[in-house]
């Protein structure tokens, strides 16, 4: 049994999906731990023994390396230890696992920080500030763009074979219209959007903890976007 510690964000979902797509059930193989991040649970003493970066998701496998347990943060690690324990989500051969790495690093590194950013001063920084807007905004387009251009010419982002590239890619494409973008303008994009959201194993990790998320508050907005809350006493 793998423990969960997640919220229906774009990185936990990319948790949900990959544990599906590889196979491990919900109930039978892994269960959810709910971290509200808008009650600054990420933020307790218990969860950054398993997340030193007080960020969600982090997993705890009891069955880890030699049999032993195992506690993982960051969605990129996770998706890589998933796909190694499982064998599924990434190619065997050599050239191309890293065809496929390289698209999951372009995921961590540049759509999830530049789109985060992009939601971030669109919908939610206190103050409209014209030239975050129209920085990120445009950084998003231009990932698009990239997108776009690749998946012209190629199935999935890895290459040949639906990846972790793809897992980790999808759920940060889900809310296109908070980040400035019309997907009709990307039909390549759009096409692979699509085809990734007909899955089953997508759709059942979609609905892990969908009832659990509500609507940002001013308390909540404070806690995630500005100074964490003070520790109890």
Known sequence: MIDVYSWPTPNGHKVHIALEECGLRLGRDWRVHPIDIGRGEQFTPEFLRISPNNKIPAIVDADGPHGKP????????????????????????????????????????????????????????????????????????????????????????????????????????????????????????????????????VQRALQVLADARKPLDDKARQTLFGTPPKPSA
């Open 70 to 201: 195992i506690a993982l943060f960051e969605s990129g690690a996770i998706l890589l230890y998933l796909a190694s324990k499982t064998g599924k989500l990434l190619p065997r051969g050599e050239r191309q696992r890293w065809e496929v790495l390289q698209w999951l690093m372009f995921q961590v590194g540049g759509v999830g920080p530049m789109l985060g950013q992009a939601h971030h001063f669109r919908l939610y920084a206190p103050q409209k500030i014209d030239y975050a807007i129209e920085r990120y905004t445009n950084e998003a387009r231009r990932l698009y763009g990239v997108m776009e251009r690749r998946l012209q010419r190629s199935p999935w982002l890895g290459g040949r074979s639906y990846s972790v590239a793809d897992v980790a890619t999808f759920p940060w494409i889900r809310p296109w219209h908070n980040q400035g973008v019309e997907l009709d303008d990307y039909p390549a994009v759009r096409a692979w959007f699509e085809r990734i959201a007909a899955r089953p194993a």
